[in-house]
């Protein structure tokens, strides 16, 4: 070791720099090179390259700028940290905007530093040394800022903002898992007793589903969440009641209960309830919501760990928030005709672009009206005979007996909440439109950040952004990866707002899956750290034969893919037309066996599209009453 040098000058400290001007780059370069010490291993223009070059040569800090062509240096940051293979990089970010939006998102991405580009030399050598080193440095004007912002704000409360929504029983879940218990012996602690002091097995574990998925919610954070939502979700999928005769349920636990599904073996996925535990007991008790002792849900209350919420809360309100648009046609070219008020469309034919503007809201919102059998019933409606948007919705409500889920589409950006109807309290999915450029210049996030902010915190919102991309791009009017750039930011901009309800919900054609669609859906795909959930457009494929296709061949595809992937899914849009010769019996057939693949394969919801798409001369509406039948009976 040389004597006349510190100790880190025989093993130098490799640096990548990323900035797109180059002057400024042989700047630094030059600084680097010529510092005891330190070495260039690599200079990237793009935020692409950064990424790139970061994996080719995995240096020990990456320098990075963060206004670049083709990525930013934020979403540059979040993929290099993010990467098994460069996990281990410092990202040191150098940038001439002292802004405080650009300091979160930098520290949410995974950087290490934030230094201003008005540094001395000596400073950013210094900072790119403390970086290396494992330690955190930020510009002392930033730091000033986030300490009187700490200041600012009001003590935090004893528990997360999530954990205050488990109802008593919810808490108790938590606390008898975080001791160990089994799933039988918390069954037994939880399940109602009758007169008898016994209950029915099948209860006792759709309860318990019940709540493991609002307490996973509560305690898990959205990338862990994402990689359990099928064990959890498929606590409350249960076989036979192993002969015994369940109690008449309440109201508000209708007859999904009833249903004798095949409960999903923890195993089946590779985690145990062991995992699970000691998962559980680490988060909850770093969150202050178990310490270790056996208190009960009543004295963890009396400790201040919070208000109950709806007791009588389904499991499918919880499955809906755990994971958290459109799909298919046999024209996979699709256009937008214009000139209709449309409240909620589909894409296999998109529905007319609305020129409605907000609907009526006010009034406490009612309880959300929960499906029959797990998933959510929806359609997708459009105004007639001078109706508003809302009359439409008050119409197809009547017709099919309360729909449980709202389609809104935007063809532009999204109208403040809430919105062009007022829902009523039940969730949504909605979607909106913008260009990815306008997307990915920064130009509108204040106001969409500023829309998800103000987001329903009391049922889950499945937002999409430019459902149905497909065909947009191959007539190049915008590049995938420009697409997926801009879901990336929309996806920050929404966590921001920290609402565990909205769910990045991406939405393809059904007929992108098809191998005469030639194409990849990967390529419209932005990543399992950003979409919460798969949403598809598939109606019958079969139509223009004269035949209904087989249900479980129909959605086949879709439902293979969405749990190739592990995500959630849920169809934005499906139907057919009444076939020639058809009164309903069969079309009414084709959507009970839809209804039926759809539900046990797991699906979020299901929107029918219900609409005449008369530029094709195709006319989706349920004018029948057997087909009318079978969706009111599903929605009931």
């Known amino acids: ?346 894409a296999q034919p998109t529905a007319p672009p609305s020129t409605q503007g907000t609907g009526s809201g006010g009034g406490n919102p009612a309880p959300a009206p929960v499906s029959a059998n797990g998933t959510l019933c929806g359609a997708s409606f459009v105004p007639e005979n001078g109706e508003t948007n809302q009359q439409a919705l008050e119409r197809h409500d009547r017709m099919f007996n309360g729909l449980e889920v709202v389609r809104i589409f935007y063809p532009g950006l999204p109208a403040n909440w809430p919105g062009k109807v007022d829902t009523g309290g039940r969730p949504v999915i909605v979607s909106f439109k913008a260009s990815p450029d306008e997307i990915n210049s920064g130009s509108l996030d204040r106001r969409l950040g500023d829309w998800f902010k103000a987001a329903p915190r009391d049922r889950t919102i499945w937002w999409s952004y430019y459902h149905e991309p497909e065909d947009n791009i191959e007539n190049g009017e915008f590049t995938a990866a420009a697409y997926r750039t801009a879901w990336q930011r929309l996806v920050r901009l929404a966590d921001a707002a920290g609402n565990p309800n909205l769910q990045a919900t991406l939405i393809l054609m059904g007929w992108t899956l098809e191998p005469g669609a030639k194409r990849n859906w990967k390529d419209y795909y932005a990543g399992p750290e950003y979409i919460d959930v798969l949403a598809w457009d598939l109606y019958n494929l079969a139509w223009k034969k004269g035949t209904y296709k087989n249900p479980a061949e129909n959605f086949q595809k879709v439902i293979a893919t969405s749990r190739a992937e592990g995500k959630p899914f849920g169809i934005a849009e499906t139907g057919t037309p009444l076939l020639g010769g058809d009164t309903g019996a069969q079309r009414a057939e084709w959507l009970r066996g839809a209804i039926d693949v759809l539900s046990r394969a797991g699906a979020e919801f299901i929107a029918y599209f219900h609409l005449d798409w008369p530029s094709a001369g195709i006319d989706y509406r349920l004018h029948d009453e057997p087909s009318r039948a079978v969706w009111r009976e599903f929605c009931s």
């Not at 790139?52 to 993929?79: C, F, K, N, S, Y």
């Not at 403390?130 to 600012?152: M, Q, Y």
């Not at 709540?211 to 954070?221: D, I, K, L």
């Not at 937008?336 to 469309?345: F, K, M, N, Q, T």
Request: aromatic content about 4%; proline content about 7%; hydrophobic content about 40%.
């Open 1 to 346: 070791m040389n004597p006349d040098l510190p100790a880190w000058a025989d093993t130098p400290i490799r640096v990548l720099l990323a900035e797109d001007q180059v002057l400024v780059r042989d700047s630094f370069r030059l600084l680097i090179d010529t510092t005891p010490g330190m070495v260039t291993v690599g200079e990237a223009g793009t935020g692409a390259e950064a990424v790139h070059l970061a994996r080719q040569t995995v240096p020990d800090v990456v320098v990075m700028d963060v206004r670049m062509p083709d990525m930013d240096g934020i979403e540059a940051t979040r993929q290099i940290c993010t990467t098994p293979q460069t996990a281990g990089v410092r990202v040191l970010i150098l940038t001439t905007f002292d802004l405080d939006e650009y300091v979160y998102a930098a520290l949410r991405a995974g950087a290490s530093g934030y230094l201003l580009k008005d540094a001395t030399a000596t400073e950013l050598l210094t900072a790119i040394r403390v970086v290396a080193a494992g330690d955190a440095l930020l510009a002392p004007s930033t730091t000033r800022r986030l300490i009187a912002e700490f200041v600012r704000r009001p003590a935090r409360p004893p528990t997360p903002r999530e954990l205050d929504r488990l109802t008593n029983r919810e808490r108790e879940v938590l606390t008898l898992v975080g001791r160990g218990l089994s799933n039988q012996k918390i069954a037994e602690e939880q399940r109602p007793r009758s007169a008898s002091g016994s209950a029915p097995w099948f209860w006792a574990q759709a309860h318990l589903g019940h709540r493991w998925m609002r307490v996973s919610r509560a305690v898990f954070p959205r990338g862990t969440r994402a990689t359990i939502a099928p064990v959890l979700k498929g606590l409350h999928m249960f076989g036979s009641a192993r002969g015994e005769s369940a109690p008449e349920p309440p109201r508000r636990r209708p007859a999904w209960l009833r249903q004798r599904r095949r409960m999903v073996s923890l195993t089946a996925v590779g985690l145990s309830m062991t995992t699970l535990a000691l998962a559980t007991w680490v988060v909850a008790t770093r969150s202050g919501v178990v310490d270790g002792s056996t208190r009960t849900a009543h004295e963890l209350e009396a400790a201040g760990a919070g208000s109950p919420l709806d007791a009588d809360m389904t499991p499918d309100d919880a499955a809906g928030n755990l994971a958290g648009e459109e799909g298919a046609t046999d024209d996979p070219a699709s256009e937008d005709p214009a000139g209709e008020d449309v409240a909620s469309e589909g």
